[in-house]
Nanobody, 128 residues
Framework: QVLLVESGGGLVQAGGSLRLSCAATGRTFSNYNMGWFRQAPGKEREFVAAISWNGGNTYYADSVKGRFTISRDNGKNTVYLQMNSLKPEDTAVYYC?????????????????????WGQGTQVTVSS
């Protein structure tokens, strides 16, 4: 019911910034809490940030709190991840996800491929 496509990744120096976008197709985007996850080579996928259906609440992993900002524009069917003060350890493939099961934002931390809608990912590489 929801297809997600990420964009905005690339190569950036440490301390720089990137803004990721996740465009959704479908007519019910605003019904879903949305999140960003990332997966580094050889590592498990980890939670980054989540935002409620109306944008009124957000939740961040400790590793990115204060540096990353999640936002959404329901009129454009798009969720964003503004990434500032990037570090080499932020290097990963970044995925957006839509929660199809009305989880709390905190519960979205453990979303799996079988419990929501996922995009194909966009590569972020941070050089030192």
């Amino acid at each position: 019911q929801v297809l997600l496509v990420e964009s905005g990744g690339g190569l950036v120096q440490a301390g720089g910034s990137l803004r990721l976008s996740c465009a959704a197709t479908g007519r019910t985007f605003s019904n879903y809490n949305m999140g960003w996850f990332r997966q580094a080579p050889g590592k498990e996928r980890e939670f980054v940030a989540a935002i409620s259906w109306n944008g009124g609440n957000t939740y961040y992993a400790d590793s990115v709190k204060g540096r990353f900002t999640i936002s959404r524009d329901n009129g454009k069917n798009t969720v964003y991840l503004q990434m500032n003060s990037l570090k080499p350890e932020d290097t990963a493939v970044y995925y957006c996800a839509a929660d199809s099961r009305a989880r709390t934002l905190q519960a979205m931390v453990v979303m799996t491929s079988s419990s929501g809608y996922w995009g194909q990912g966009t590569q972020v590489t941070v050089s030192s």
